[in-house]
C-alpha cells in the first residue's frame, strides 16, 4: 500500500505528457494538496465563529451548537442528512450546518414592503444568497400576475385559495404536494397526514426530487435506491473506499468516523483527482482535548487520483483483478454471498476477461 499523501495517479494518457480527461490541455503535475493543514481544527472553530458575528447571533447561535443534531434532546441540522447515532456526542455540527440555523434565527423579516418594490422578474435574477439573506416571510403572500408582485393575503383567504383549487380538481391524483427537507419532521408528518385524506400519495419531499435519478441508476445497478451500508460498518471494515465526495467541503461530520475507521486498523482510499484535506488529517472541534493540544488524526491511507470520469474503469480494473485472484484463491470471493444474493456475475466475468488489463496496471506503484 502506498503510503499516506503520497498519491496514485491513475489514468495518464500514455502516449502524450498530459493529463486524462476532458478537461484543458495541461502539462502540469497532479494535484499534490497545496492545503497542509488539517481538516476541521481550530480553522472551522474560527469560521463558526465568524458565521455567528455576521449572523448578529453570537448568543443564540452557540447555544443551538449544544443541541442541534443531540440525539435525545436536540433538533436535526437543516442542512445536512448525516446519521445522528453518535450517542453522547457533543458538537456534532460543521460550518454549513451553522449558517443554516443562523439563517433560522435570523433578525431580517420580509413583508408587503419588500414585494411592493421588488417584481418577482426582477427576484428571478437575485442570487439564492441575496434571497436568503432578505429575510424571512411574515404572512401569507399571493401572486398578482397584474403586477408581476406577490401581494399579502390573511391566513383564511389563502386556505379558501387553496381549497378552490384542490376542490375544482377531477381527481385528487392530478396534484402534486412538494415538501422541502427544510421542514421539520413534525410538520413533514402533519402535512402528509392531509394528503393522504384529501385522497393522494403525490407527495415527492426533496430526496425524491434531489435523488431520483441516482436512485434509479442504483436500484437498477445494486437493487437498492440508497446505500446498503451503515456507519457501524465503517467500524467494522478492513478497507473502505470514498469516490465521488470531498468529505471536509460536502460532508464535514465524516471527518470523525473516517479518522475512527483509521483508528481502528482499515485502509481508507480516497478516490478523486485531487488531493483535498480530509484526505489527510483532521482535528474534529468536539475532542476537546485534541483541540487543546493540537493532535490531529489521519483520516484516509491512501489518495488515489483518476482522470476525471475515470471512476467506472477503477471499479472495472478491481474487479478483474479480484476475479483473476480468485482462479487461484477460491477465498477471494465469497461464494455463499453471490449465490445468494447476486444474479449475472458469471457475465460479468465474462466481459471482463475479454478486457486487456490497463496500461496502467502493467506498470502499477
Not at 494535484?31 to 481538516?39: C, F, K, R, V
Not at 447561535?61 to 441540522?77: Q, S
Not at 478497507?239 to 461530520?253: D, I, M, Q, T, Y
Not at 460479468?348 to 475479454?354: E, G, M, T
Request: glycine share 8%; charged share 20%; net charge negative.
Amino acid at each position: 500500500m502506498t503510503s499516506l499523501n503520497s498519491g496514485v495517479a491513475f489514468g495518464l494518457m500514455p502516449e502524450t505528457p498530459r493529463q486524462g480527461g476532458y478537461g484543458p490541455v495541461t502539462s502540469k503535475a497532479w494535484s499534490q494538496g497545496d492545503y497542509l493543514h488539517p481538516a476541521a481544527a481550530w480553522g472551522a472553530a474560527l469560521s463558526v465563529g465568524e458565521v455567528l458575528v455576521k449572523s448578529q447571533r453570537p448568543v443564540s447561535g452557540a447555544l443551538a451548537m449544544f443541541t442541534m443534531n443531540h440525539p435525545i434532546k436536540g433538533f436535526d441540522c437543516p442542512g445536512c442528512a448525516w446519521p445522528d447515532d453518535q450517542k453522547g456526542l457533543k458538537l456534532d455540527i460543521c460550518e454549513n450546518g451553522m449558517k443554516h440555523v443562523t439563517w433560522e434565527m435570523t433578525h431580517k423579516r420580509v413583508g408587503s414592503g419588500f414585494f411592493s418594490k421588488h417584481t418577482v422578474s426582477e427576484l428571478s435574477t437575485w442570487t439564492d444568497f441575496d434571497l436568503e439573506n432578505a429575510g424571512r416571510l411574515t404572512e401569507p403572500m399571493v401572486y398578482d400576475p397584474e403586477t408581476d408582485r406577490y401581494a399579502p393575503i390573511s391566513w383564511d383567504d389563502a386556505f379558501a385559495l387553496i381549497g378552490e383549487e384542490l376542490r375544482a380538481l377531477e381527481s385528487p391524483d392530478e396534484a402534486t404536494f412538494y415538501t422541502s427537507g427544510r421542514l421539520s419532521n413534525e410538520s413533514s408528518f402533519l402535512y402528509q397526514l392531509m394528503i393522504r385524506e384529501y385522497g393522494t400519495n403525490n407527495m415527492p419531499d426533496c430526496s425524491n426530487m434531489c435523488h431520483e435519478a441516482s436512485g434509479r441508476a442504483l436500484t437498477a445497478s445494486i437493487g437498492s435506491g440508497k446505500g446498503t451500508t451503515m456507519v457501524d460498518d465503517w467500524e467494522q471494515t478492513d478497507l473502505l473506499f470514498l469516490l465521488g465526495v470531498n468529505a471536509a467541503s460536502n460532508a464535514p461530520r465524516m471527518l470523525t468516523a473516517l479518522s475512527d475507521a483509521v483508528k481502528n486498523g482499515a485502509q481508507v482510499v480516497h478516490v478523486n483527482p485531487l488531493i483535498e484535506a480530509a484526505s489527510r488529517r483532521t482535528t474534529v472541534p468536539h475532542d476537546f482535548v485534541d483541540m487543546a493540544l493540537f493532535k490531529t488524526h489521519e483520516t484516509g491511507t491512501l489518495d488515489l487520483q483518476v482522470r476525471p470520469g475515470g471512476d467506472m474503469a477503477l471499479m472495472r480494473a478491481i474487479a478483474k483483478v479480484v476475479f483473476e485472484a480468485a482462479e487461484t484463491d477460491p477465498s477471494a470471493l465469497d461464494a455463499d454471498f453471490i449465490a445468494e444474493h447476486t444474479t449475472g456475475l458469471d457475465a460479468i466475468a465474462r466481459s471482463l476477461r475479454r478486457r486487456p488489463g490497463p496500461s496502467w496496471w502493467n506498470r502499477r506503484a
